[in-house]
């Protein structure tokens, strides 16, 4: 998994960054090589968000306010990374598994599109499952068959498209689908 790692104070997520590659993860990090919260800032490539993040941690001790440190974890958020926090303190007992957290974190981050989605589709009765993955956001919307001609399904399709656009301008690619489903009697 590719993690992005944020330190609320530099050196406090040492042991969970030496814990996440010693498990195999790729773990990036926001902080330039002069312990700036921004690589970044002189060339936005080499910015972690330029590639696809599976999940950013944040190290806080419990209790502590944000710092200028952790100004990535608003960059992750604006580009919809699920995220977790966890104290550097007690990483045996807030970080058990990676695959976990970030199963739940990623949910939250795909039940905002959705919500995104359902809010732009109004009063239409729309079951909307979204799921995020490396680069893309695939939508799968069901309607009632009342809305089964081809132009309706076709505008169901372009707004929930533009609503995931508007969810999450960062967003490479959109997959929609729209099928529908038996009308209730």
Do not use: F
């Not at 306010?65 to 608003?74: D, I, K, P, R």
Request: hydrophobic residues 40%; contains cysteine.
């Amino acid at each position: 998994m590719k993690l992005l790692l944020i330190e609320s104070t530099p050196g406090n997520a040492n042991e969970i960054n030496a814990s996440l590659l010693a498990d195999g993860h790729e773990v990036v990090t926001c902080a330039d090589e002069h312990g700036g919260p921004c690589r970044g800032i002189d060339r936005h490539v080499e910015c972690p968000m330029e590639s696809h993040i599976d999940l950013t941690i944040v190290a806080r001790e419990a209790g502590s306010a944000h710092t200028l440190a952790e100004m990535g974890s608003v960059c992750a958020t604006r580009h919809r990374v699920p995220m977790v926090v966890v104290d550097p303190q007690q990483v045996d007992d807030e970080l058990p598994s990676v695959v976990v957290a970030n199963a739940l974190a990623k949910r939250g981050v795909e039940a905002g599109y959705a919500a995104a989605i359902r809010h732009e589709l109004g009063h239409l009765p729309a079951l909307v499952d979204v799921e995020r993955t490396p680069g893309r956001v695939h939508v799968m919307v069901q309607v009632p068959a009342s809305e089964g001609s081809p132009q309706k399904l076709s505008a169901v399709a372009d707004r929930a498209r533009h609503a995931v656009r508007s969810h999450d301008p960062y967003v490479k690619g959109i997959d929609v689908s729209v099928v529908c489903y038996p009308d209730p009697e």
